[in-house]
């Protein structure tokens, strides 16, 4: 008993190995530098895409869906914030300079135009009805897109001005 009493009172009063290590012997660990920071228009790309890559019939531009993100020649085009899910293949314009597609984003479906892919123009966004999200995107003239199985059964149509 009074060799047990013993023991632990010098386990008490003698440190042990990990308490007997100065602090000032552990190096502390190093230090990364922050990230780049980015703007809002540049999006982080995860490689894992949508749809495939589409490439406009004039063979200037492409189109990919990464991320949640759509970018046309490798700049962040939509969304500023957030990100959307395409619902299918974006549709390119015969002359290759716009391109349309449906999308789903927080619960509501779009349809989204970019309508001058050249000039950067900002997207043009209409909200579709939830059973309109397996449908195609054909272009029907040059400001008119049409949302259907075929270019002639119109589900929705979409057309702007300049």
């Known amino acids: 008993m009074r060799m047990l009493s013993l023991v632990l009172a010098l386990g008490m009063a003698v440190p042990t190995k990990a308490r007997a290590r100065s602090t000032a012997a552990v190096t502390p660990p190093g230090r990364e530098p922050p990230p780049l920071k980015q703007s809002r228009r540049q999006g982080a790309r995860t490689g894992l895409l949508m749809v495939p ?9 492409l189109i990919e869906a990464d991320g949640g993100s759509v970018f046309v020649d490798g700049k962040r085009v939509h969304p500023q914030a957030g990100t959307v899910e395409l619902l299918g293949a974006p549709s390119w314009r015969q002359d290759g300079d716009a391109v349309a597609w449906v999308e789903r984003s927080s619960g509501e479906t779009r349809l989204v135009v970019l309508p001058d892919v050249a000039a950067q123009a900002e997207p043009l966004a209409w909200p579709l009805p939830k059973a309109l999200r397996g449908e195609r995107v054909h272009w029907a003239g040059p400001r008119r897109v049409v949302v259907g199985p075929a270019p002639l059964e119109p589900r929705a149509v979409a057309s702007w001005t300049e």
């Open 53 to 61: 890559p589409s490439r406009s019939p004039c063979g200037r531009h």
